[in-house]
Structure formats: structure tokens, C-alpha cells
């Protein structure tokens, strides 16, 4: 069956430190994976997108990579900020739609 | 301002009765798509629609309906069928359905009572 995984545990982590986030998949094939950002009661943000072809991926303090191999996208957030904290989810293109992991909540304490 | 309109916020509905859960955008996107989240879950997709007047079932169609007679609207209805229908519900939207981004409603809270 496919699965998308991501980290079980929430991660707690210290102000200015970097937070890395796995995505690990089964039984997909995508052509692209997209990482969201959401915060309580409302709805998620995009914030980037890897395609196949692409090892990395940056946008400010974010860094994503995207390893077909392994079936797996590593997400970091260098330089943590309070205002970082929030649940971050995968996103794997699936037939013409988006599949989502469970999303893995980060803190950042000050 | 461009963007995707969920209403109502919450919504309580007594066992038995069907609800409709309203979303509009009007950034003039092909792909329309519910989701539904539950407390600690990702989100599980109910239908999606990639044109005017077709749409999907998602994999968790069930005890659910949509409609797609314009561009802009895709609202999704809670049947009685829905067994447990308590739930974040949120509604998205991209301008193709692969290979962008998509963007979000603020999300509709279900409550049974």
C-alpha cells in the first residue's frame, strides 16, 4: 500500500539551530514533492517545491532535497525562530492529485 | 484580493441531517480538491475536480457529494451516510492539477451534536 512518512515525534528545538524534517514514501512515483507549512485552525501554506530532476532546493532559511533513490525528502529550517513553530507537511504528487503526510510539529523555544 | 473562501468557519449539524460546506476562489483555477483532517492525521482527500462539471472520487468519497457547475465554486456536501463526519475540512485549489502549488481555505470545523 503507499505510505507517506514523516517524523513521529514532534521536534522541540532551540532558537537559531537548524530543524531537519524527513519524508519518507512507498508505492510512489512522483514527479514532484511539496512542502506546506500549517498552523492551528487554519489552512496550509505552501512553501516549496522539488521536482525529480532536482537534488536541492532553496528559499531563504529553508532547504529542501529530494533523494528518488531513497524515496525520501529532507526538509530544513537553518536558523530557527520562534515564529517557526508549526506543524510542516509533505505533499507527493499522485495521479493528478496531492497525497499529504501526517506532518511533523516543530517548536522553537527562545 | 485573489483567493480561496471557505464558509461557513463552524458548523454544527444534528445526527441525520445533510450539511453543505461552501468554497469559492477566484484565482481562476482549473483544479478544485476537499480534504478532510482529523485531530494528529494528515489529510485525506474526499474528491477532487480538474474541470467544470467533472470531478473525482478522492479516497474517502464516501458519505460525501460535490458539485462542479462553475469555475469557481466546487461546495461539498456531508451526507447522512457519513458515520463520523466531526472534522477539519479544508478546500484547496491550483491552477493545474500537477506540478503547482495549491492553495488553501481557512478551513471549515464540523461538529455532530
Known amino acids: 500500500s503507499q505510505k507517506i512518512e514523516q517524523n513521529s515525534e514532534a521536534l522541540n528545538i532551540q532558537e537559531g539551530k537548524t530543524a531537519t524534517l524527513t519524508c519518507n514514501y512507498t508505492n510512489y512515483s512522483p514527479a514532484y514533492l511539496q512542502w506546506y507549512r500549517q498552523d492551528p485552525g487554519r489552512g496550509p501554506v505552501f512553501l516549496l517545491l522539488?521536482?525529480?530532476?532536482?537534488k536541492e532546493k532553496r528559499k531563504e532559511r529553508l532547504k529542501v532535497t529530494f533523494d528518488t533513490t531513497l524515496k525520501q525528502s529532507l526538509f530544513h529550517i537553518t536558523a530557527s525562530q520562534p515564529a517557526d513553530s508549526a506543524t510542516y507537511l509533505c505533499a507527493l504528487d499522485n495521479d493528478y492529485k496531492l497525497s499529504f503526510g501526517a506532518g511533523t510539529t516543530v517548536t522553537v523555544r527562545a | 484580493d485573489g483567493g480561496i473562501t471557505q464558509s461557513p468557519k463552524y458548523l454544527f449539524r444534528k445526527e441525520g441531517q445533510n450539511v453543505t460546506l461552501s468554497c469559492e476562489q477566484n484565482?481562476?483555477?482549473?483544479?478544485m480538491y476537499w480534504y478532510r483532517q482529523d485531530p494528529g492525521q494528515g489529510l485525506r482527500l474526499i474528491y477532487y475536480s480538474q474541470i467544470v462539471n467533472d470531478f473525482q472520487k478522492g479516497d474517502i468519497a464516501e458519505g460525501y457529494s460535490v458539485s462542479r457547475e462553475k469555475k469557481e465554486s466546487f461546495p461539498l456536501t456531508v451526507t447522512s451516510a457519513q458515520k463520523n463526519p466531526t472534522a477539519f475540512y479544508l478546500c484547496?485549489?491550483?491552477?493545474?492539477?500537477?506540478?503547482?502549488?495549491?492553495?488553501f481555505g481557512q478551513g471549515t470545523r464540523l461538529t455532530v451534536v
Open positions: 484565482l481562476n483555477h482549473d483544479a
Open positions: 522539488i521536482r525529480e530532476n532536482e
Open positions: 484547496a485549489s491550483s491552477l493545474q492539477s500537477m506540478n503547482t502549488e495549491a492553495f
